[in-house]
């Protein structure tokens, strides 16, 4: 007997928006589950393009087949055989017949498609795990979004952003691979990488990040924010917490609160970033490119900071607000070289007219880099930290080669 989950055009809780993009002709027809708020499992639907896409219910009844337009069914292939031989009666006296089943897009995979391994970090959306590909072990992180199955919001959270990552192919972000809703838990599926978040290399590393690397990092965030900009979207949570490490390669992550847009307004009374929110945001209640450029300019404090502190650390929220509104900014860290400390300023001009745009920032951070780093001399693996005692320890990035990088005692 058929169920949904053998069936190839069966997408799970793929959101209507998401499921409509498919339905292109009339007659092009796909299945969806529905979380019910009173009922397990959720409820079955089956949309249908006809003019507009049309959803009708499908009734899984407990050993017993389906019921469908008030008929009974053993399993799902019967009504779909059935109706594309006999129009289906839709609303207003229109008929269709199913034409094409749609099958899953390149994104879309189902639980068995991956194997997860063990957690890697948390927070307030879910937890993330290192997992593999079970066709082939290719390594990947997966996002476990914090759902029951009976509310839809997390599942609209996770398809926003899914939806905005689809967008992206760039060294300098993370690799979107897909999106898991075929039955909870809901998962995203990323690239891995495995040397985890940039703030935590800052905190745990400190002075063993030499000024080099650290140039080197902030090039690459810029390019990640350019390549973002040129899709025409607004990060709007840029932080070292949210840049991911692949060895000596950054790449922006996170796209939460990522949006495909050139302004977005959002609501001052819910919860915000505010060491790293730009000063008008305050009074606009909207971000844009340039709210993202002077969150920038705090990352690139974040990346010169020695030792690591959060922004404003010694102050309250309310406090920061006040005082940026007011046009205080961070003391300059003290081995932040003169050139990025021009850039920085310039992003987080109390004027955001006045502050450059990302192409142009990372046109200087890569002169910047030019005088710190040559090819000869970059790190192309990863950090190697080896213990010498409890207390203590040295880290090298060893290249592909197996040479440690300039030869740099680093401390824990």
């Not at 609303?91 to 749609?102: C, H, M, P, Q, S």
């Not at 609160?257 to 959002?266: G, L, S, V």
């Not at 993202?292 to 990352?299: E, K, S």
Request: contains cysteine.
């Amino acid at each position: 007997m058929a169920d949904e989950h053998s069936l190839n055009c069966f997408h799970g809780a793929l959101l209507d928006e998401d499921a409509d993009v498919f339905l292109v002709q009339d007659g092009d027809y796909l299945i969806q589950a529905k979380p019910d708020r009173r009922f397990a499992p959720p409820k079955l639907i089956l949309a249908v393009k006809k003019v507009k896409v049309r959803r009708i219910d499908i009734i899984k009844v407990d050993g017993a087949g389906y019921r469908f337009m008030g008929k009974s069914y053993a399993d799902l292939n019967q009504i779909i055989n059935q109706f594309t031989c006999r129009p289906l009666e839709l609303a207003n006296g229109d008929t269709v017949l199913l034409k094409r089943a749609i099958p899953k897009g390149k994104f879309s995979f189902i639980h068995k498609d991956i194997r997860l391994q063990r957690k890697i970090g948390s927070g307030a959306y879910g937890t993330v795990y290192k997992g593999v590909f079970a066709k082939d072990s290719r390594p990947i992180a997966v996002k476990r979004i914090d759902s029951d199955g009976k509310n839809d919001q997390a599942l609209i959270d996770m398809m926003k952003e899914a939806r905005v990552m689809q967008l992206f192919d760039h060294p300098n972000i993370v690799k979107f691979y897909g999106y898991i809703v075929d039955r909870t838990p809901y998962l995203l599926v990323m690239e891995l990488c495995s040397d985890g978040a940039v703030e935590d290399k800052l905190r745990s590393i400190g002075r063993g990040i030499p000024p080099a690397q650290r140039v080197l990092f902030s090039m690459q965030a810029s390019r990640g924010l350019e390549y973002l900009h040129s899709k025409i979207c607004i990060h709007r949570d840029l932080a070292t917490r949210n840049c991911l490490l692949h060895g000596s390669v950054l790449k922006l992550a996170d796209f939460g609160m990522c949006r495909a847009t050139t302004c977005y307004k959002i609501d001052l009374t819910k919860p915000q970033n505010v060491r790293w929110l730009a000063p008008e945001v305050w009074k606009t209640a909207e971000t844009k490119f340039n709210t993202d450029v002077y969150a920038f300019a705090i990352t690139l404090w974040e990346l010169f900071e020695i030792p690591y502190r959060t922004p404003y650390q010694e102050w309250p929220a309310y406090t920061v607000k006040e005082r940026v509104m007011g046009g205080y900014r961070l003391q300059t860290p003290k081995e932040m070289p003169e050139a990025v400390m021009t850039l920085m300023k310039s992003c987080w001009d109390h004027d955001p007219d006045r502050r450059p745009i990302a192409s142009e920032i990372r046109k200087q951070l890569e002169v910047i880099n030019l005088a710190f780093n040559d090819d000869d001399n970059l790190p192309t693996g990863r950090f190697d930290v080896v213990e010498k005692d409890p207390k203590s320890a040295t880290l090298t990035a060893r290249s592909e080669g197996g040479k440690s990088f300039m030869g740099l005692p680093r401390a824990l």
